[in-house]
């Protein structure tokens, strides 16, 4: 779960996010914070993962849109900023404080980012009430050693705790290769 432990809007230089497309209108408007837009029915409750999750309430199929993320744009990241999904070498999204700040990670999940956008898109048929995934593994690439945690997934290769794109094998690697965020693509 992203916790709602929310830092302000800090100065991020423009330069720093002109290549990644977040809404033309947001730019323009010279605005840090990008709200959460919610294309479906959602809600939070208690996840098996560990938590509170993001559920689906309504069936959704596979590419479609469930909503865009939300958040601050900031240059970096601090000791407390526990669920920041990072996009850049210096461009960070904090939380929202909105019902995506309540996505889980998950080694299988049924949604990735479309990083252009932002937009959590479906990568398969989600059910009513079944719980909103992604792989935190394709946005970050070390997470801080206090901010790893186990994961409950029950994938076969789950590495069992998370601890980013780093420490993944190979093989694992290959398998989210086409995921992963742009900083993590030129890293990879
Ligand atoms: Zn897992």
Same mark, same amino acid.
């Given at each position: 779960?992203?916790?709602?432990?929310?830092?302000?809007?800090?100065?991020?230089?423009?330069?720093?996010?002109?290549?990644?497309?977040?809404? /033309?209108?947001?730019?323009?408007?010279?605005?840090?914070?990008?709200?959460?837009?919610?294309?479906?029915?959602?809600?939070?409750?208690?996840?098996?993962?560990?938590?509170?999750g993001?559920?689906?309430?309504?069936?959704?199929?596979?590419?479609?849109?469930?909503?865009?993320?939300?958040?601050?744009?900031?240059?970096?990241?601090?000791?407390?900023d526990?669920?920041?999904?990072?996009?850049?070498?210096?461009?960070?999204?904090?939380?929202?404080?909105?019902?995506?700040?309540?996505?889980?990670?998950s080694?299988?999940?049924?949604?990735?980012?479309?990083?252009?956008?932002?937009?959590?898109?479906?990568?398969?048929?989600?059910?009513?009430?079944?719980?909103?995934?992604?792989?935190?593994?394709?946005?970050?690439?070390?997470?801080?050693?206090?901010?790893?945690?186990?994961?409950?997934?029950?994938?076969?290769?789950?590495?069992?705790?998370i601890?980013?794109?780093?420490?993944?094998? /190979?093989?694992?690697?290959?398998?989210?290769?086409?995921?992963?965020?742009?900083?993590?693509?030129?890293? /990879?």
């Amino acid at each position: 779960m992203r916790k709602t432990n929310r830092p302000g809007c800090r100065a991020v230089n423009v330069k720093v996010y002109a290549k990644l497309l977040v809404p /033309a209108s947001i730019l323009r408007s010279g605005e840090k914070k990008i709200p959460s837009l919610f294309f479906r029915r959602l809600s939070v409750r208690k996840s098996q993962l560990g938590g509170l999750g993001l559920f689906a309430e309504e069936p959704i199929y596979p590419g479609e849109l469930i909503l865009r993320l939300g958040g601050c744009l900031v240059g970096r990241r601090t000791a407390t900023d526990r669920n920041v999904i990072r996009l850049g070498k210096r461009l960070f999204l904090t939380e929202s404080g909105d019902l995506d700040d309540y996505i889980n990670h998950s080694c299988v999940p049924n949604c990735c980012v479309d990083f252009d956008n932002l937009y959590l898109v479906t990568l398969r048929s989600i059910g009513k009430g079944e719980e909103i995934t992604f792989n935190y593994c394709t946005t970050e690439y070390e997470i801080d050693p206090t901010f790893r945690f186990v994961c409950r997934c029950g994938y076969e290769r789950c590495p069992g705790i998370i601890s980013g794109y780093h420490y993944l094998d /190979a093989s694992e690697r290959k398998r989210l290769k086409p995921y992963l965020s742009p900083f993590l693509k030129r890293r /990879a």
